[in-house]
């Protein structure tokens, strides 16, 4: 069932805006001009990908870069460690990094969900 789920004026060119349809939690995003609507969570870890980034057809996760395909919902890229600055770590905190990270790699990656999108007049529908 088609509902309405943004305004066209809300989704820039390489945009990402959350949207909850039908009571169905959603990422949009605008990839050369066309309109995607995948799940909202993460398949690795449930983070809200529309704080995300999305680069082409890659849309990447804010917390562990995992990465999507948003045409399709297929995950592409494994999640990646993160380390957010140039300080040098304590040994015990290096260690724990490298703890999480390997516990995030046995953490399964889910493709997405996907729905219909579809733009009529001004605005973003979506088929959930």
């Not at 509902?3 to 060119?13: G, N, S, V």
């Not at 297929?74 to 993160?82: E, F, I, Q, S």
């Amino acid at each position: 069932m088609w509902a309405d789920a943004a305004k066209t004026d809300e989704l820039a060119p390489g945009g990402l805006k959350y949207a909850r349809v039908n009571g169905v939690e959603l990422t949009l995003g605008n990839y050369d001009g066309t309109i995607y609507a995948v799940g909202r969570r993460c398949g690795h870890m449930n983070a809200p990908l529309d704080d995300g980034s999305l680069d082409g057809f890659i849309l990447t996760c804010p917390l562990h870069d995992a990465q999507f395909d948003i045409t399709t919902g297929k995950a592409t890229g494994y999640p990646m460690p993160h380390h957010h600055s140039d300080e040098t770590r304590s040994p015990a905190m290096a260690n724990e990094a490298r703890a999480n990270h390997r516990l995030a790699l046995k953490i399964r990656l889910l493709d997405l969900a996907t729905y219909p999108a579809r733009v009529l007049g001004d605005t973003i529908q979506v088929d959930v």
